[in-house]
Nanobody, 112 residues
Framework: QVQLVESGGGLVQTGGSLKLSCATSGFSVSSTGMSWYRQAPGKERELVAGISALGRTNYADFVKDRFTISRDNAKNTVYLQMNTLKPEDTAVYYC??????WGQGIQVTVSP
């Protein structure tokens, strides 16, 4: 059974950092593409970052040089390190496997 569970969200001030974790089970993160998405109130869900099975990463322009996606194959966990956070980064962040399987989402709130 495929499961994805996000953790690490919360409230942070502008300029601060958070590290999100996506603990998975039922498959190996090293053998598939994984992504982080986010959805702000009243907006559509958008891709934030992705990592392929080969370890190649891609980022949305609005998070380049601020966010880093990574994975720990031994822990079967994917991470999103978020630095220099801005109020516009406030959203519910979701972990996804191939855009098919999703976690429950976790709130990130950046105060001005």
């Amino acid at each position: 059974q495929v499961q994805l569970v996000e953790s690490g969200g919360g409230l942070v001030q502008t300029g601060g950092s958070l590290k999100l974790s996506c603990a998975t089970s039922g498959f190996s993160v090293s053998s598939t593409g994984m992504s982080w998405y986010r959805q702000a109130p009243g907006k559509e869900r958008e891709l934030v970052a992705g990592i392929s099975a080969l370890g190649r990463t891609n980022y949305a322009d609005f998070v380049k040089d601020r966010f880093t996606i990574s994975r720990d194959n031994a822990k079967n966990t994917v991470y999103l390190q978020m630095n220099t956070l801005k109020p516009e980064d406030t959203a519910v962040y979701y972990c996804s496997r191939l855009g098919v399987f999703w976690g429950q989402g976790i709130q990130v709130t950046v105060s001005p």
